[in-house]
């Protein structure tokens, strides 16, 4: 029996999972406001997310996706950025010019690097598509210009297919997102077991895959979430430990 002999694909996250904001995502907002004459420091930033995180649950469980179109992408990205500017004491004449400008910068290709651990995994993940005939997609909410930013970063040979919020309509934790990647493996909803995702949220990645019956796997690099809301589920802190996952996996 080979080592993928009992999982037949596996399904990757982008954002925080192969790539992030660089040096972080605080730290670009810190440098956007900071360029407009208002200097805010990325640790005040980061707790004023923390506040925020709550309402933005809130939105999230009554419905609202914000990925599925450039239009709802803009609104939310710039309403977000809004409220953290205020939070940090940004005077409201300032905040819209800071906000787009924002958003205009994390859709700019050269915001967003790989991690370290990236390439290696899909490296080796390439070898085992090879060798055992393993399937390896993307599964991200991300807006339509997912594909152009993989192909810039040279990932695109990696995958044997991308589902896209922005592309599909649909966003993780849904289930038709999930559908779409399984229908792109080959795999039916009886036989979502075989496959493995990957992702940073226990909401959107975990519960999303769990719901369809796809084994989740949670990448928690900086260890944000305590032991009692990943009870049950496997998680890694680099994603250098996913193939040995893979292995473990076989029955």
């Known amino acids: 029996m080979t080592a993928t002999a009992s999982i037949r694909a596996v399904f990757l996250d982008v954002g925080e999972t192969l ?28 707790a004023t997310e923390r506040e925020l995180a709550p309402v933005i649950a809130s939105r999230f469980r009554d419905g ?6 450039l239009g709802k992408s803009r609104a939310h990205w710039t309403w977000r950025y809004s409220e953290m500017l205020s939070s940090c004491g940004v005077s409201d004449r300032m905040i819209p010019a800071i906000a787009q400008a924002c958003h205009a910068r994390f859709n700019d290709f050269d915001t ?15 070898r085992r598509r090879k060798q055992d005939g393993l399937i390896v997609g993307v599964v991200s909410n991300w807006e339509e210009w997912l594909e152009p930013l993989l192909n810039h970063w040279d990932l695109t040979r990696h995958f044997d297919f991308l589902v896209v919020s922005g592309v599909v309509y649909s966003e993780k934790p849904d289930e038709a997102i999930f559908d779409a990647a399984l229908t792109h493996a080959g795999l039916t909803r009886s036989e979502s077991n075989l496959a493995i995702h990957v992702g940073d949220s226990v909401t959107a990645d975990v519960e999303g895959a769990r719901a369809v019956g796809v084994r ?3 990448l928690d690099r900086d260890g944000r979430y305590p032991p009692e809301r990943t009870a049950g589920t496997p998680v890694i802190r680099s994603l250098a430990e996913l193939p040995r996952l893979i292995d473990e996996a076989r029955g």
Request: glycine share 4%; with cysteine.
């Open 216 to 218: 989740p796997v949670l």
């Open 64 to 69: 609202e996706r914000h990925t599925t179109s």
């Open 19 to 46: 790539l992030c904001a660089h040096p972080t995502w605080a730290h670009v907002i810190s440098d956007v406001a900071g360029m407009h004459g208002a200097p805010i420091t990325p640790e005040a930033l980061l």
């Open 112 to 126: 967003w690097v790989l991690f370290d651990d990236a390439r290696p995994l899909l490296d080796e993940l390439d």
